[in-house]
């Protein structure tokens, strides 16, 4: 079994190698914000079970925003976790609120993501099950206790047949570029 430490070394290596990934660069560190992240949003928000849901958790991460900013558009609520606050959230429905640095302006500050649906965590790694390994530390670390159904977008280079080690936490949906992945229950 390999360790979680040497599974993110080796994806962000897959991405710098294949020039898979954009700003901030290197990834290592990261969440990456991977080549593609925009066909990966689309995919996921068309998919029938996040356009049934209005409210939804999406993390900071460079590679979310993409969706941050098509979720915004159409319409939907969501909840940012604050950068500084641990604990609290930016609860945003104005489009311009999609960057980190526009949410003091369009966002308003809460402690309770009230109505959230559903959550959206970065990944550095997921594989086929719905295994999701994150950077390692911050807000999604471990998932969300919430009691939420979660989601990732990833690269193709980010998915694995198997993670050989435990996971942080388990998603529903993983959004790749030119498709969705259903993971069993």
């Known amino acids: 079994m390999s360790t979680a430490g040497a599974v993110r070394e080796q994806v962000w290596d897959d991405l710098m190698g294949k020039q898979a990934c954009a700003y901030p660069l290197p990834p290592h560190g990261h969440c990456p914000n991977f080549t593609h992240a925009k066909k990966a949003a689309a995919q996921l928000l068309a998919h029938p079970d996040l356009t049934a849901r209005h409210t939804l958790i999406i993390g900071p991460e460079r590679a979310l925003l993409p969706l941050r900013q098509q979720a915004l558009k159409t319409g939907k609520t969501l909840y940012v976790p604050h950068q500084k606050k641990g604990g609290w959230y930016w609860r945003v429905t104005d ?3 999609a960057r980190l640095s526009a949410l003091p302006t369009y966002g308003e ?3 309770t993501p009230e109505g959230a649906q559903a959550a959206v965590l970065a990944c550095v790694a997921v594989d086929t099950r719905g295994a999701r ?20 977008l990833a690269h193709p280079l980010m998915l694995r047949e198997a993670l050989p080690c435990p996971a942080d936490s ?6 790749l570029p030119d498709r969705v992945l259903t993971c069993p229950p």
């Open 95 to 97: 489009p311009r609120g």
């Open 109 to 111: 500050p809460t402690l």
């Open 133 to 152: 390994l994150g950077k390692g530390f911050g807000w999604g670390a471990r998932g969300l206790p919430l009691n939420l159904p979660e989601y990732t």
């Open 170 to 175: 388990y998603v529903q949906l993983i959004g």
